[in-house]
């Protein structure tokens, strides 16, 4: 008894370590899925006369009712004549802002906003194009994740770990009853059945009110009348509703025939959750992205939730019993982990792209830990299949192979776990393509002084902490010409609130037409830098304030 007892403290312990794991490596931004791949004008671009509409392009489709596109002129005005951005008929990638009126000469800024019609994530970024001009910045990151307090992103995380956790519960129950068990629910099998619709039916509602929260939807009405909802809505029913009652049936009347059908149940839920999911985007091949998502879904539901079942079934079995249940799980794990491999390389490979991508995307990443769990279930279940179950007919090896199972269990929830956070992040495939897209990022920064007589245009290259060179281009503020008669012009660097990070200066070298360059390493950390241009004249001096936001390096 005390073994037993021993045994589940260290169980129990080791799930809340891994989920308070999972949580913890979740970014503190909502997932960024529909990003910006293309655009008309394009990005960092310029043409000559006014364009009669812009045309963004995103790698998901997006939700015309909830996303947004904004353009303002250098000095943050709204552009005279620009429409509210509109659905693309055909192609539901793309948004179209139509203008009413042509814009005039100069350097605007589109700020766009995207929420994905297939899973209800926010993105947003920024990029810059001229009309008229030759030099064009990029004012701020061109494809980056809308932030949210990290509490939504955890409980995000946790309703899709939940969600899976269950489903994976509920179908190791039809796999393991039927196949190691004879058609038969084993002691304190309807408990953990309804433990399964539990857990399935937490996670689904914390998944819809979360988004709700994140795309700030009044109600929850207002969000099911979205593409995004309505797929949350049919989760919801296929959990709530097809899983609650078959897991009923299977409660009140264990047969082959309720278990047959709680395995339609639960087999239509994995494909509700997976519609909604990556492989449910765009492309030529989506039908057989859905599959294969979903044959690699059922497989992992099919081994790592028989798990749970094969140590409830395991108590008070006799040593024939045992070893004959023991063989024939082992045929039911092999034979997942096989569709699990197989699928799992593909649909790796579709979303991650070229290999580079695991070590330089935060989805590569976890995708990466995600394997490490994975080769040490491996391991573990060889262990098992090998050694183990071959000598279950000595008493002896009972404990040591309920000890595997456990251990196989809770790798099994580490995995359930990362899935969850992975599934709030944007595939590394697409993240990189948005990135090749912005190609060079710079930083734009317009101002002017508090008298309102000249105006400053700073651009900063590459942006990034480092070294950085500096464009300031100054011109009257009244007519927009070149400024004349200056004779210096400094940038003064200080970061508020960081008082170990101490002040500094960085003169510049005048050019014609009232553009003055320099490089420095002033901008030395992440974070919104104060930069105050002192431009000074033949008979006085001007102050033009200015804040920019510095990235980290690439990579």
């Known amino acids: ?58 790698t998901e ?13 250098a000095a943050g005005r709204r552009a005279p004549g620009v429409q509210p951005s509109q659905a693309v ?34 993105a947003g970024g920024a990029y810059a194009f001229g009309v008229g001009v030759t030099d064009v910045g ?26 899976w956790a269950g489903l994976a519960v509920l179908l190791g129950a039809v796999s393991t009853c039927l196949i190691v068990w004879r058609g038969r629910l084993p002691a304190g099998g309807s408990t953990l059945l309804w433990l399964g619709w539990l857990l399935a039916a937490t996670g689904v509602s914390t998944v819809i009110l979360t988004e709700r929260a994140i795309t700030q939807a009044p109600s929850l009405l207002p969000l099911f009348e979205t593409p995004e909802g309505q797929v949350l809505l049919g989760q919801a029913a296929a959990v709530l509703l097809g899983c609650g009652l078959a897991v009923y049936a299977v409660s009140f009347l264990p047969r082959r025939s309720t278990l047959a059908v709680l395995a339609g149940a639960v087999a239509l839920a994995m494909l509700s959750v997976v519609w909604g999911s990556h492989a449910g985007g765009v492309s030529p091949f989506r039908l057989l992205n859905l599959g294969l998502q979903w044959l690699h879904v059922v497989a992992v539901g099919v081994w790592i939730g028989g798990l749970a079942w094969l140590l409830l079934g395991l108590r008070g079995l006799q040593r024939g019993e045992r070893a004959a249940a023991g063989r024939r799980f082992s045929f039911i794990a092999t034979v997942g982990l096989g569709v699990v491999l197989l699928t799992g390389i593909v649909r790796a490979i579709a979303e991650v792209g070229a290999p580079a ?20 279930l491996v391991a573990l279940g060889a262990l098992n299949h090998f050694r183990l179950v071959p000598g279950l007919g000595d008493d002896r090896a009972a404990a040591p192979f309920r000890r595997s199972v456990g251990g196989e269990l809770v790798l099994g929830i580490g995995i359930l776990a990362v899935t969850g956070v992975l599934g709030g992040l ?18 734009v920064a317009t101002g002017s002084d508090y008298a309102t007589t000249i105006r400053v245009r700073l651009v900063v290259t590459p942006g990034h902490v480092g070294p950085n060179g500096f464009t300031a281009r100054l011109s009257d503020y009244a007519s927009g010409r070149p400024l004349t008669g200056v004779r210096a012009v400094t940038l003064d660097f200080s970061l508020p609130g960081q008082t170990a990070v101490q002040p500094s200066s960085l003169s510049l070298e005048g050019g014609p037409e009232g553009v003055w360059r320099g490089t420095g390493l002033e901008l030395s950390v992440t974070g919104r830098w104060s930069v105050r241009v002192l431009v000074e004249q033949e008979t006085s001096a001007v102050e033009v304030p200015l804040r920019v936001a510095v990235a980290p390096r690439p990579g």
């Open 357 to 376: 991508n695991l070590l330089h995307t935060s989805f590569g990443g976890l995708l990466l830990a995600k394997l490490i769990l994975f080769c040490m």
């Open 89 to 122: 008929a055909g192609n539901p990638q793309e948004l179209r802002v139509r203008l009413s009126r042509p814009l005039p000469h100069g350097v605007f800024t589109v700020d766009w906003q995207t929420v994905s019609a297939l899973d209800g994530h926010l």
């Open 426 to 443: 944007a595939p590394a495939v697409f993240t990189a393509a948005s990135a090749k897209a912005a190609g060079s990022s710079r930083i």
């Open 1 to 58: 008894m005390r073994r037993r007892s021993s045994a589940a403290v260290w169980l129990g312990a080791s799930i809340v370590l891994l989920a308070a794991a999972s949580l913890a490596i979740a970014p503190s931004q909502a997932a960024a899925h529909a990003l910006l791949i293309r655009s008309v004008p394009a990005v960092n671009g310029t043409v000559t006369r006014s364009p009669q509409e812009l045309l963004l392009t995103f």
């Open 138 to 163: 990029t004012i701020a990151p061109f494809g980056k994740y809308v932030r949210t307090a990290r509490w939504l992103t955890g409980a995000a995380a946790a309703g899709r770990w939940l969600l």
């Open 61 to 73: 489709p997006v939700d015309p009712t909830l996303s947004h596109v904004q353009v303002v002129d």
